[in-house]
């Protein structure tokens, strides 16, 4: 089964093309395609004659690997060598790589001048008509295995054993790593390598020799420690202060965290605030877009871990022809970061070198002008100073002066590169943005996003000197200058990562934003080519907005705002959990009031507008019903959730009431991702849903079959494309335990599910849950943004029975502050869109879709149904009506009301929460649902669904709102009427039967019910997913995670395993395999074996071979993997207590691992140990070149052959010992017989926090 990823499947985009055949997922294509018509000028060449008549050499409308395509044509067809193209395309992550040969780091800095990275997850294999080749991104992000036999014949696919091969014919197995090319040639039949392939492409030209003449490095230099800003007088700091809207707020929470930690503030709870376009106040353009976000389709990257991938370099000079290499190709200018300190700005502005002319573009223009002629005119000036040769056009706004009004950054650099590269000049400069507006990361990201090279934000370097001189910050300024850039550069990188974009030079240009609430004249001329669905905001509405704030900047007695944006505050921006909110429905849910609760919700339906829906109305009914003919409360509660909050953001008798309340009254509740105590299995307080997140805590087979629904969640409307968060403060003893981690250590999930890098990844996770739990639903959680109807199709595909869309506004316990406010699209938007795109698609009957975010009252839930839902998550509200009083410090863990808290003193005395209070909230929510039903004449939810001939526009209160179209929201003239407008099935099952995994079960069962052991023995093929999830989920339900360790139930396999063999393991089940593994090995075991060998007397060596895939061990809580052979990328990712032995790994081995230890009999990859924060592992350092390739963050690393070590030593040998009797690996037991000589080249890897006594204690498995 094919699924075709953020584009509906059309034949003209099936593969292969002509030369690609197959890539993965371009996540820059919209930056590459703008690049590439932009260059156009660039691409002069005697090959190919009358290039300007050939129209767009890269198309906008295919596939992403119909682009690439294109784009490789055009290069080779140019007489570029196909290899030097394809790493010019996709180059390795060579940036922060330190081991890397001189002479290839200046062959890809040089021609990383000329193309920027086309970015994302892609295992490229393509053909030139004499080389087969096969590449694969910086990540290694898509698996790929190759076998060569004796016959000549080399096999390359995504998994192994797609043919039957005999095992006495393979000469040698391995796999393409990141970055890594394996090509053929097929006229001389030599197979070539990366090592080859490089050492060929770097010797062409004096890459370094022309590096060092022509190229310039902007450094800092010790004497720069002067911070070069000319101080404003309070009066002038004031006056910019009220011009660019620096309120006392923004300058307490969100710069001043920036310069004295050097990171972003941490904030809780959601963003409640009106979307910018629906504000009834002064908005500043930023706050009209939305970052976009990787979800499902390819995954985010962990910027925290993997920084080693990413970088923020950036270049500036004018480009030359793509064709030809020349020394003259490397006068450039390069800066390390694209946000500028005050020293490097003057340098830049005193540049005294040909190729570098500068032009000062003013960003004021005189009131009388209107902004749209001023940013045209703007334009005009660009265009004019480039053809004049001109290289750094400077944007500024800092002379400001009463009669003139500041154009809005974002819109001039928008305005300018559009209009440089719709006449082919963009390549011949830079902009350099020098503004007022950049505060804060999203700020930066916008004008990177729309073209900008680099920013200099002179008044935030203002404001924080201003604190500095107050004394209100300590330090001096060059530290602080330095951390607050440093913070940028940190909240720049996650921005990036989100999108699963390595380099900022993929993302500059790349327009990754949705506007909410623009009008096309705005988006036509500064940001085309934006989704932009609800039309919005005019340049007059933005210029009357700046007159506003002028007019105060230059009135002296107008003191400068509080703010309001992130906490509320009486007299500014409305928040839709304002305490008049908050304390009526506490007095509702603690009197057990409704007329109380009708007061409550009077409150939220009649607010000035702050949601989308609040501009929809429910038309009523000419023919109402009674009541009683109305379905009744029961069956409304059962389609009402708890959202998903884990056990650690809240306080256990919080989380356990919210359970209670939910499964008395046949809703559900939401364990959320910090798994659950196992002692609540079975009870009343046992929560339905079961939510399987990033770091996999807690998720083990017990919990899994436990569950009537098991929630993948993907992202989180609060912080999508980001982890979940846990500070350290709040992960006690029980939190710790639950979550097999260390106490005191903050706990942030990784951004990418480390098993779902493709739609295909989230089907094998989707059939993995249902093999261990076949009596559950699966949940997907996806989150709002422009394309999650494609999104939701995919998942629908891929076999979910539940698909939840959440809106920007849904709570967190802690995230970074910009995250919260910049990410995500209003659940309306998402679910208009996802339910129109599953009914177009005819896939709306498979699959039930809920919706949540800010869901507060009825009405909402009325609005909510129409629009697509069948059933409802609550997460804030109800929490309120435990007792929180919204006071956004969940994350300090000092609730005040013990909600949000593990401090057993707070707990004690402040909660006051009971399981009523939140039956009451559902109960009144339900009761006035159904008066609605009853006013519209309908009488059950289920026939509301899509019923959008009910809702009607409102005219809106301001001329924002005005302007707003809404219909987009309402449409469904484009969709047959029959097809169905809700969920048809009980359930959508896979298409894969499984009948081996059903085979082990009718095999063992009599074993199980007896804890009789016994033996068997059957042959596996690699379309055989998920062995051992089936019968480990039978174990498990009778026996919990370890009751059968002592009657071993041992399966021998033999021939190639597909993904995911021993998934979720449980104790008491043995796995032997002989023959290959795929991807994904041993993953969630918590007990058990599993032992993986080649078949007996295969001629190759095993410490050289790849035997298992990727991800293996990810979220193991205990276990044992034994495996002779080398595993894939990221082996033991999250590993909380499994013990593994194996003989080589690729990169990023022991990432974010917690417990349990691993020991490599052989060579590692990159970035080892980052994150590592529990556990240890043991390496064998044959070249002695693994120091360099350790993540020294977390960890530090030691010899053991000296006599304070003895204790290692001897549990070294005792764990070599049992691999040899469990695997007879000759490998093995040539270390175990020379141990002496050996273990010299032995490292011991453990974490710097955890002391060398407590480590070997904690390696003695903790069963529950």
Not at 184 to 208: A, F, N
Not at 346 to 358: I, K, T, W
Not at 1029 to 1048: D, F, L, T, Y
Not at 1194 to 1209: H, K, S, T, W
Request: with cysteine.
């Amino acid at each position: 089964q094919r699924f075709s990823t953020n584009t509906l499947p059309k034949w003209p985009l099936a593969q292969p093309f002509r030369f690609l055949a197959h890539n993965g997922e371009i996540n820059t294509i919209t930056g590459n395609r703008n690049w590439a018509q932009a260059r156009r000028t660039k691409f002069a060449n005697e090959l190919i004659p009358d290039l300007d008549e050939l129209g767009p050499l890269v198309n906008r409308v295919g596939s992403d690997s119909s682009s690439m395509d294109n784009m490789l044509e055009l290069m080779v067809t140019g007489g570029i060598d196909l290899f030097r193209g394809l790493r010019m395309i996709i180059p390795p992550a060579w940036q922060n790589v330190e081991t890397m040969d001189a002479d290839l780091r200046a062959f890809y800095e040089y021609n990383s001048m000329h193309m920027e990275p086309w970015d994302g997850p892609a295992g490229v294999v393509l053909t030139d008509g004499r080389h087969a080749v096969c590449l694969l991104d910086r990540n290694g992000l898509r698996p790929a295995r190759w076998v060569t036999t004796k016959n000549g014949y080399i096999t390359l696919a995504s998994e192994i054993g797609v043919w039957d091969y005999q095992p006495e014919d393979v000469i040698a197995k391995g796999r393409v790593g990141p970055g890594q090319i394996l090509a053929v040639d097929t006229e001389t039949g030599q197979v070539l390598d990366t090592e080859s392939i490089d050492s060929r492409l770097k010797s062409r030209h004096p890459y370094k020799l022309w590096l060092r003449k022509h190229a310039q490095r902007i450094k800092a230099t010790l004497e720069d420690r002067d911070h070069g800003s000319a101080f404003y007088d309070p009066d002038q700091l004031k006056q910019y202060m009220k011009m660019f809207q620096v309120t006392f707020e923004e300058r307490d929470q969100v710069l001043r965290p920036l310069g004295e930690q050097g990171q972003e503030a941490v904030g809780s709870m959601g963003d409640d605030t009106p979307m910018a376009v629906l504000s009834q106040r002064v908005r500043s353009p930023y706050d009209y877009f939305r970052q976009q976000f990787a979800q499902v389709t390819n995954p985010p990257i962990d910027p925290l871990r993997e920084a080693i991938v990413m970088s923020l370099e950036i270049c500036l000079g004018a480009e030359r022809n793509i064709f030809s290499e020349s020394p003259e190709h490397a006068t450039r200018v390069i800066l390390s970061s694209p946000v500028i300190s005050p020293a490097k700005w003057r340098a830049l502005m005193n540049l005294d070198r040909p190729g570098f002319d500068r032009h000062v573009i003013d960003m004021n223009y005189d009131e009388s002008l209107g902004l749209e002629a001023a940013v045209r005119n703007m334009a005009d000036q660009a265009e004019e100073a480039v053809r004049a040769g001109k290289v750094l056009l400077v944007l500024s706004d800092r002379h400001i002066a009463p009669g003139k009004l500041p154009a809005h950054a974002a819109l001039v650099t928008g305005a300018v590169h559009h209009r440089l590269t719709e006449k082919g000049l963009r390549c011949d400069c830079n902009i350099l943005v020098e503004t007022a507006t950049a505060r804060d990361p999203h700020h930066y990201a916008v004008l990177l996003g729309f073209g900008a090279s680099a920013v200099y934000p002179f008044l935030a370097y203002e404001v924080l000197g201003d604190l500095i001189r107050t004394g209100e910050v300590l330090g001096d300024l060059y530290e602080v200058f330095k951390y607050y850039r440093k913070g940028i550069s940190k909240g720049l990188l996650k921005i990036l990562s989100k999108m699963g974009i390595s380099t900022v030079a993929s993302y500059r240009g790349a327009q990754l934003f949705e506007a909410v609430g623009l009008a096309d004249e705005v988006t036509e001329l500064c940001f085309r080519g934006v989704a932009s669905r609800i039309q919005g905001a005019r340049f007059v509405d933005i210029e009357s907005e700046q007159k506003l704030l002028s007019f105060e900047a230059w009135n002296n007695r107008k003191p400068i705002q509080q703010g309001g944006l992130l906490k509320f505050v009486y007299g500014g921006e409305y928040h839709a959990y304002n305490p008049d909110v908050v304390r009526t429905l506490q007095e509702a849910v603690q009197q057990g009031n409704y007329a109380k609760y009708k007061e409550y919700s009077t409150l939220v339906d009649t607010r000035p507008v702050s949601m989308i829906r609040d501009l929809l109305k429910v038309k009523e009914s000419a023919t109402p019903i009674a009541l009683d003919q109305v379905e009744p409360l029961e069956s409304i509660f059962k389609r009402f959730d708890a959202a998903g909050i884990s056990l650690g953001a809240l306080s256990p008798e919080a989380h356990e009431a919210l359970a209670e309340a939910m499964n008395r009254l046949g809703g559900r509740s939401n364990s959320g991702e910090g798994g659950e105590d196992p002692a609540r299995y079975g009870t009343i307080k046992s929560s339905k849903i079961k939510q399987v997140a990033t770091g996999r805590f807690g998720v083990t087979p017990e919990y899994l079959v436990n569950a009537e629904v098991l929630q993948i969640k993907v992202a989180q409307g609060a912080k999508p494309g980001e982890g979940g968060q846990l500070p350290g403060g709040k992960v006690n003893g029980l939190i710790a335990k639950l979550r097999y981690a260390v106490p005191g250590v903050t706990l942030i999930s990784p951004p990418p599910h480390h098993d779902i890098y493709s739609i295909e990844d989230l089907a094998q996770l989707i059939y993995d849950l249902k093999q261990v739990n076949p009596k559950a639903l699966v949940s997907v959680k996806l989150v709002a943004e422009a394309g999650v109807g494609t999104i939701a199709a995919g998942v629908a595909k891929a076999y979910a029975d539940l698909i939840t869309i959440s809106g920007y506004d849904g709570g967190t316990g802690a995230s970074p502050l910009t995250s919260i406010r910049y990410a995500g699209a209003p659940w309306e938007l998402g679910l208009a869109e996802t339910h129109q795109t599953l009914r177009g698609n005819d896939l709306r009957g498979k699959v039930r879709v809920q919706t949540d975010g800010g869901l507060k009252t009825g009405l909402d839930v009325i609005k909510a149904a129409i629009l697509g839902a069948e059933s409802f998550g609550f997460g804030t509200a109800p929490m309120v009506a435990l007792g929180c009083k919204y006071l956004r410090i969940c994350h300090l863990n000092n609730c005040a009301t013990g909600v949000a808290t593990q401090n057993d003193k707070l707990r004690k005395d402040h909660f006051i929460g009971t399981v009523e209070m939140v039956m009451n909230f559902f109960t009144y929510v339900a009761e006035e649902t159904r008066e609605w039903l009853a006013k519209l004449g309908v009488r059950s939810l289920e026939e509301l669904i899509g019923r959008t001939d009910l809702l009607e526009m409102l005219p809106g209160e301001t001329a924002k709102q005005g302007n707003l179209d809404l219909s987009p929201l309402l449409a469904s003239a484009h969709i047959p009427a029959d097809k169905p407008q809700f969920c048809q099935v009980p359930k959508n099952p896979p298409f894969d039967e499984g009948l081996l995994a059903e085979k082990m079960v009718a095999m063992a069962k009599d074993a199980i019910a007896g804890k009789t052991g016994g033996e068997f023995e059957l042959n596996i093929g690699n379309c055989d997913r998920s062995i051992g999830a089936r019968i480990s989920g039978e174990i498990a339900r009778v026996h919990g995670n370890q009751g059968m360790n002592g009657a071993p139930i041992t399966f021998r396999f033999k021939g190639t395993a597909g993904q995911s063999f021993g998934v979720w393991n449980a104790g008491g089940l043995h796995l032997r395999l002989e023959g290959d593994a795929n991807d994904y090995v041993g993953k969630g075991m918590t007990a058990g074996k599993i032992v993986i060998t080649p078949p007996a007397g295969s001629p190759f060596a095993t410490e050289d071979s790849a035997i298992i895939g990727n991800t293996c061990l990810y979220g193991a809580t205990g276990g044992k993997l034994f495996a002779t052979g080398t595993a894939g990328e990221r082996f033991a990712v999250r590993n909380s207590g499994a013990h593994a032995v194996v003989e080589g790994t690729g990169d990023h081995c022991c990432e974010y691992m917690t417990g349990g230890f691993v020991c490599v009999l052989g060579k590692t990859g990159y970035n080892f140990g980052s994150g590592m924060t529990g556990g240890f592992a043991y390496v064998l350092d044959m070249d002695n070149g693994f120091y360099d390739r350790v993540n020294h963050e977390l960890v530090e690393i030691q010899r053991i052959n000296n006599e304070a070590m003895e204790a290692y030593r001897s549990h070294l040998e005792s764990v070599l010992a049992e691999y040899v009797e469990e695997t007879g690996s000759e490998w093995g037991q040539n270390l175990l017989e020379n141990l002496d000589d050996y273990l010299r080249k032995f490292w011991l890897v453990k974490p710097k926090a955890a002391s060398l006594k407590s480590l070997l204690s904690s390696t003695r498995a903790n069963p529950q």
